[in-house]
C-alpha cells in the first residue's frame, strides 16, 4: 500500500463486535495528522435488519440509513482538513445488497478476534446471538473481495496481538500503509470525544475510562454448548484471515 495521495489516506478498519475497535479508533485518531469517523453504517444496519439495539431511535435519527449515501461520504473530502481519515467499521454492517465499488477508494484493513472469546464476552447481553451477528462471516467475504481488488492480501491485524506489543503492532500497520509510526497512537486523554456514535452512552464506558490499550491478560475461555456451536461455526472464517496477521517485525 502507498502513502496518502494528493486527497490524503482513508482507512477503512473492519472489525466485529466486542474486539478493541474503539479503543484502535482512540489511538488513531490521538495522531495530529488523524481525523476519525465511528461506525457509519450503523443507522443503515439497523433499519435493515430491525435488530433492537440500545439507543437505536437516537442512531437511526443521527445518521443517514442510505448506504450509498454514506459510501459517498467516505469517499468524499476528508473532514477538518485531515490527511488521515480512520474509519471504524462493523463488519455485521455490511448488507448482502450493499455495492462494495466504494471500497477501491479506501485503505482496507482488518482487526480480528478469536471466535470463542467474541462469543463468551458477545453473549453476556446477547445469550441467544446468531452467528451473523459476530460479522465473522461478512468479514471473511469483504477480506476475499479486497484480495481479489489488490492481488494481495490487506493488512490483518489480531487484538491479542495489538495487547501484546501496540507499538510493534502498529508500527507495522502504518509501514504497510506507507505513513510513519506516531507514539502518540500509545496514550490518548481519558474521557468521551465528540466523534463517538450518539451510542457510546450504552457501550463506551470502559473505554472512557481508558487511557491507553490494556495490558494483555490471558484468559481461560469456558463454553456451553450453544457457545461452542456459535463458535465453531465462525472459525472458518477467521482461519481464513489469520494466517494474515502482521507482525511486529513485519
Known sequence: MSAPSGDGLRIAMWSGPRNISTAMMRAWENREDTVVIDEPFYAHYLLATGAPHPGRDEVLAAQSTDAAEVAALLTGPIPRGGSIWYQKHMTQHLQPDMPLGWLDQVANCFLIREPAAV???????????????????????????????????????????????????????????????SPRMLRWPAGPRDSDGVWAPHWYATVERSTGFAPYRQHATRLNAFQRGLAEQCQAYYDRLAPHRLMADA
Do not use: M, N
Not at 169 to 175: E, H, Q
Open 119 to 181: 462469543v463468551a464476552s458477545f453473549t453476556i447481553q446477547r445469550p441467544d446471538a446468531a452467528a451473523w451477528e459476530l460479522g465473522f462471516e461478512q468479514q471473511a467475504r469483504l477480506f476475499d473481495h479486497v484480495c481479489d481488488r489488490l492481488g494481495v492480501a490487506p493488512p490483518v491485524i489480531e487484538a491479542s496481538d495489538v495487547l501484546k506489543d501496540p507499538a510493534g503492532i502498529l508500527g507495522a500497520l502504518c509501514a504497510r500503509l506507507g505513513i510513519p509510526f
